[in-house]
């Protein structure tokens, strides 16, 4: 949040796009930072009570099949709308 809010600071005090980049930048880089401090925590608390070495895998095809078909359709609706998009443009005004 200090990264975020920083940015934002300077964000006001200097707007542009150099500066916009800056502030997208400080905050990616605050939830990375905040992802990963949760993550070792997580591990360190759980790691006397629980090993995730010692639980067997189960490989299920189905969810993996269902969001791969859904990945597809969603990709050709997006790629629909850009071409949709695309052809609007051209078109005189």
């Not at 964000?11 to 990963?36: D, E, H, K």
Request: proline share 6%.
């Amino acid at each position: 949040p200090v990264l975020a809010l920083a940015g934002a600071g300077l964000y006001l005090a200097r707007p542009g796009t150099a500066t916009a980049v800056l502030l997208i930048t400080f905050q990616a880089a605050s939830l990375l930072l905040n992802a990963i401090t949760r993550q070792v925590v997580q591990v360190r608390e759980i790691a006397p009570a629980f090993d995730p070495g010692s639980v067997t895998v189960n490989l299920q095809l189905s969810p993996v099949i269902l969001f791969l078909a859904t990945l597809v359709v969603g990709l050709g609706v997006v790629a629909w709308l850009l071409a949709t998009f695309v052809r609007a443009a051209r078109l005189p005004a």
